[in-house]
């Protein structure tokens, strides 16, 4: 098409201006739609990210040892009723102090085994090296060696704190009793359990034991669910 | 009863709704902002963008927006945060099946961390009980009991296993989603916009370890229960109608602190760290101990491993 033709052509056709108006408003608002479309696809697109900063985290001081748990008073330092005493090295049955270490049933040890006879605030390895009360760990872990290299790596027993931080390792004695293994971790008193789907009804709260009773296989206790049990302190003395 | 006594009881017939409807966009299009607040309609939270689509200036105005709320409702000074993950991070779980004693401290402590609803209750880890002598034979998820009650834990010739999201890395939940309202975070969390949680609950069927819940009512939470440290895709206060889950923590774990059930933990069962650092207690878990994942032939991948 030459400039003449089209020249030609455009004077031989008329539009009126408001025609041509209407078919670009037309034109523009298809187009504006399909933009929308566009943008709603968009934002429902489950790959879309946030565009986040870089962040990082300081990596925080080496871990450290939680504090051993609080000493017995009646019975510490030791170095009050034991200071300068003759010391009996023979194996015996307690009678007249630490009955209650009567039952003590750590294998085959003997008090003297752990605790030193000559420094009496101290404990030992079985190298004679002394060791403080604050350290007890590496007693324990003389024999229990298998358990060391999974509590370095934070693996056997609790840390709290941070992943990413100041971490505190719990010690050996914050869980097990030295004097008694057996079991290695005390029973304690259980949480609520959760209320039963029918329970969860507001009207008069009446629930069907039965279908509770179904739903958890083999227990029939549940009428006896103390509804204050919740606001019961737990006697269980390793929580922070 | 018939069906329409139903639906009044319920609330209300279609008529009503509309003509709330119509007040209420009425009210909204002419009146000032606290005629708004009066009739509990925030439209700021209408037009609320998703939170993926939200420039930092949006993001920064909805915290303070909250914070403004909250105190409000609550009484006390809130800390509403949008953390983002932190590089080379993507978090995995860890739990000793065999150390596990059944006491729900883990439960409870959740519960508090992250202002799940006390009357109607939600609870987002379960804790189920087994015998002993049925597990070896095999696990069955359908024998456990979630609902046990024993004087002392761990009761004698039984196991405990506590389940919450497992944060897959296949998640169907996070398929099915209509709304894209949740989703995967770079750190490997499996994330909620509440705000674009529309109810249809087809995350709920798609999750194979029921570990989405659904606020069916309102929840309650008293303004002494609630915890002030508020991520917004995190424990934000939930309200009627959207869907919840464990995000492990996620105002906790991105300072890099530990979740609360870890902590909660009195017997040190649950680890938890960065799986891409040689060092991390989970690395250590997945180099040395047994594991093993649920429902593993499902291909669902999941970043929380049993071990023993």
Known sequence: ?240 | MGKKNDREERGGTRRDFLKLAATGAAAVSMAAPQAAEALEFDLETFLQKHFRRMSDEELEALIQRLERKYEQKYGKEFNVKATGPVDDVLFGYGLDVSRCIGCRRCVHACVEENNQSRDPEIHWIRVLEFEREAVVRGVNLEEGDAYFENPVQPAPGKMYLPIACMHCEESPCTNVCPTGATWEEPDGIVAIDYDWCIGCRYCIAACPYGARHFNWSEPTLSAEEINPDIHIIGNKPRTKGVVEKCHWCMQRVRDGRYPACLEACPVGARKFGNMLDPESEIRYVMENKRTFVLKSELGTKPKFFYFF
């Open chain 1, 1 to 240: 098409m030459t400039a003449k033709e089209q020249g030609e052509g455009s004077a031989g056709e008329y539009h009126p201006p408001s025609n041509q108006l209407g078919t670009w408003v037309v034109l523009g608002a298809a187009f504006l739609m399909v933009l929308s479309l566009f943008s709603v696809r968009m934002s429902q697109d489950p790959n879309s990210s946030r565009d986040y900063p870089s962040r990082t985290l300081p990596p925080g001081p080496p871990a450290s040892l939680m504090a051993e748990p609080e000493m017995d008073e009646d019975y510490w330092p030791c170095s009050d009723c034991h200071e300068g005493e003759v010391t009996n090295f023979k194996v015996r049955e307690m009678t007249e102090e630490h009955e209650n270490r009567a039952e003590f049933s750590h294998g085959t040890n003997w008090c003297l085994d752990c605790h030193d006879a000559k420094d009496r605030d101290s404990l030992h390895l079985s190298n004679g090296e002394l060791v403080s009360f604050d350290e007890t760990w590496r007693l324990c872990t003389q024999c229990h060696s298998n358990k060391l290299a999974d509590w370095r790596a934070g693996v056997h027993g609790k840390q709290t704190g941070h992943w990413r931080g100041k971490k505190e390792y719990w010690s050996c004695i914050a869980c097990h009793d030295p004097h008694n293994i057996t079991p290695a971790f005390k029973p304690i008193e259980g949480k609520p359990r959760p209320r039963c789907p029918d329970e969860l009804t507001v009207d008069g709260n009446q629930w069907n034991k039965d279908m509770c009773r179904s739903i958890s296989k083999g227990h029939a206790t549940h009428e006896a669910r103390d509804p204050e049990q919740g606001e019961k302190e737990d006697g269980h003395g390793q929580e922070e």
